[in-house]
């Protein structure tokens, strides 16, 4: 049962390139989010979606851009990276009822040059 | 506004110490709170709940509505308690949660 992976795991960017993360889960859970961490502010929130087909904004959601076509995957996009979205990206899921814990993936480490 | 605080940036304790991680936080209704722990080279994992009131690899924490605090501590520290530690709030029904800065814990032998 592999829970929560992330692809790719490192990536290089330069300034205003564009990439894709891609979160699986295979918990058939309804709730995915997506966060960045980063030293001294912990973890914080970018976009989340409650279930297929739906996506909503968190608490830093600019430069970034998420789609949920399969309730398995969670995608979060950068279409001009940028020095300042240099970060670890931590996906994250849980079931749809009562106080779910969060199951989170191993983190993709991304350096924007 | 929401907001999670951890004073301790780092905490280093000698093994068989008592720690105490902080945790206070603000929010206007009823809170639902967590410590979510990273040990190296592992994940994200949660740790406790306080609507679970459980004791989990000997921590505890205890929900103090009055000092709107939520600390983690445990009387006897081991050495493969060292990780990285955070208080998390939940902000809504969707499960959004409102991160702590985190506390990095060191036991020393």
């Known amino acids: 049962n592999a829970g929560v992976t992330q692809t790719p795991k490192f990536r290089v960017l330069k300034t205003g390139q564009s990439m894709t993360l891609l979160c699986a889960q295979d918990m058939n859970h309804e709730y995915m989010y997506w966060y960045r961490q980063d030293p001294g502010m912990g973890l914080r929130l970018i976009h989340y979606?409650?279930?297929?087909?739906?996506?909503a904004k968190g608490e830093v959601p600019d430069g970034y851009n998420v789609s949920r076509l399969k309730k398995q995957n969670f995608l979060l996009g950068l279409e001009s990276a940028a020095p300042s979205q240099t970060s670890v990206y931590f996906c994250?899921?849980?079931?749809?009822?009562?106080?779910?814990?969060?199951?989170f993936g191993e983190g993709s480490r991304l350096t924007v040059l | 506004a929401q907001r999670v605080t951890q004073p301790e940036k780092l905490l280093s304790v000698f093994k068989g110490a008592p720690v105490e991680l902080k945790c206070n936080y603000s929010?206007?209704?009823?809170?639902?709170l967590f410590w979510y722990v990273q040990y190296s080279r592992q994940r994200l994992q949660l740790l406790l709940r306080h609507i679970s009131r459980e004791s989990i690899k000997g921590f505890t924490a205890d929900l103090n509505k009055g000092e709107t605090s939520f600390h983690l501590k445990k009387p006897f520290a081991q050495e493969e308690d060292s990780a990285m530690y955070y208080c998390?709030?939940?902000?809504?029904?969707?499960?959004?949660?409102?991160f702590g800065a985190g506390t990095q814990v060191v036991v020393t032998p």
């Open positions: 979606s409650v279930g297929e087909g739906t996506t």
């Open positions: 998390a709030l939940a902000r809504d029904s969707w499960g959004k949660l409102q």
């Open positions: 994250a899921s849980r079931t749809g009822q009562g106080s779910g814990e969060l199951f």
């Open positions: 929010y206007s209704g009823s809170p639902e």
